[in-house]
């Protein structure tokens, strides 16, 4: 414990955002490639990744972040049948899950999250109140890339500006609001079974950047924040439950946000490894699942 609070507290006084970009381009560079191979081989056996699941390039990979990024082979990842489930956008850890209280906050590890300072305007807070949020956290061996929880078009994008925390235990456990605080990407998308559901990547100290497959224009830790993106009506990206989203350049955090609806009901408890494609959240009718 005195260890985790002083290196949270080192941290502190160090130039996060600075080293993540550094770190960032030193990974997006060529290097030799018995030496990027050599690196690969220490960091996949340090880490335990599953290289068997990854779509590797013929000619093997050509950067650390290309391979941070891996793609998965097809078929690898199926999507929950019932169209009714909202599925967890990425491999992880569930850190946490719940009901968002009337005043638009939950807890996580004991810590109040407030729902409009996290997507980074307090007018939105509203709409989420009795919400169900779940917080997935994606450790350095998980696959990279973030997909859609639900199918229907993405009506807003909003970047808000930050720092980059770390967000594995001595984070969360030593920055009051860590998710608030660091640098993040919201996505709103209208989903026709679900309504509103908010898809948040929460950068964090080394992570390179977050970027979005639908708006290249979007990467976090690169210049000012861009801020709110709307999109015109007939010109929204439209993705499918589990199209690709985003990603990020190492791993990080997702949280999903549904707005107040009586018929959502959470398919996960906290601590429960998931994957790509699994039910995180059910839309129920009398205890049935509604299709």
Known sequence: MLASRIAAETLRFLPRKRISRVLGRMASAGVPLPLLQRAIELYVRAYAVDLSECDVPSGGWTSFNQFFTRPL???CRPIDPDPGAIV?????LVEDCGTIDARATFRVKGRPYDVGELLGD???ASRYEGGRFAIIYLSPRDYHRVHAAVEGPVRVVRHVGGTLFPVNKIGLEHVP????????VAVFQESPLHGEIATILV??????SV???????MRTNDGPPRGTVRYLPGREPTLGRGDELGAFQLGSTVIVLTTRRSDIELAVDPGTPVRMGQAIARRVRD???VS
């Open 177 to 184: 609001g860590l998710f608030a605080k660091n640098e993040r």
């Open 211 to 217: 970027t979005l497959t639908f708006d290249p224009a």
């Open 88 to 92: 967890s956008p990425a491999d992880g």
């Open 73 to 75: 082979r097809d078929g």
């Open 203 to 208: 950068g964090a100290i080394v992570v390179g």
């Open 287 to 289: 205890g049935r699942n």
């Open 122 to 124: 307090a007018r939105d």
